[in-house]
């Protein structure tokens, strides 16, 4: 599995946080910044993420703000991207096993790094459990092919 990660200048200590479990689990990632001190553009980050993981480029992404909030709502307007924002371990399952998400999306101001660690070690490890869900999810693709 290949991961791309990134965050504004609100979610940098989570980005560390979670480029130490990637190390640990040997997931092979590209860290894509920010190298910021001062403010930046949070669709600046998650843009290029997202559009490199919808290209196949990378098979997941991770996304780190203040809030997490415009991070996904940025990722989500990519074709084919399902970024799920999640600030607990139940949903990391959750929407790895029945929205298939191929980004997660957290906010630093909301949750520490403890948490957000073990969210993205469950969201990392949890397989996509098809049958129903996948009609489901087949519905968002429809959707988004006819509104191109
Ligand atoms: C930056 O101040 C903040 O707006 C950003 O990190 C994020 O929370 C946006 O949704």
Same mark, same amino acid.
Not at 64 to 76: E, L, V
Not at 86 to 108: C, K, P, W, Y
């Given at each position: ?7 504004? $200048?609100?979610?940098? !200590?989570?980005?560390?946080? %979670? ?14 910044? @920010? ?29 780190? @703000? *203040?809030?997490?909030? *415009?991070?996904? %709502?940025?990722? !989500? +307007?990519?074709?084919?991207?399902? @970024? ?19 980004? #997660?999306?957290? *906010? ?6 403890? #948490?957000?660690?073990?969210?993205? +070690? ?11 869900? /996948?009609?489901?999810?087949? +519905? %968002?693709? +429809?959707?988004?092919?006819? $509104? /191109?």
């Amino acid at each position: 599995m290949k991961v791309a990660v990134a965050s504004d $200048h609100g979610g940098v !200590n989570i980005r560390k946080e %979670i480029i130490s479990l990637l190390e640990e689990l040997k997931i092979e990632y590209t860290d894509m910044g @920010c190298e910021c001190e001062t403010s930046v553009d949070y669709p600046d980050y998650a843009l290029p993420v997202a559009e490199r993981v919808a290209s196949g480029e990378f098979d997941r992404g991770i996304l780190i @703000c *203040g809030t997490g909030i *415009g991070m996904s %709502i940025a990722a !989500n +307007k990519v074709k084919g991207i399902r @970024c799920a924002l999640v600030h607990d371990m139940f949903s990391a399952q959750a929407t790895r096993e029945h929205n298939d998400s191929n980004i #997660l999306a957290m *906010g630093e101001r909301v949750i520490g790094p403890g #948490l957000a660690r073990e969210i993205a +070690k469950i969201w990392l490890t949890t397989e996509y459990l098809g049958g129903r869900h /996948a009609t489901r999810v087949g +519905k %968002i693709d +429809k959707y988004e092919n006819e $509104h /191109a």
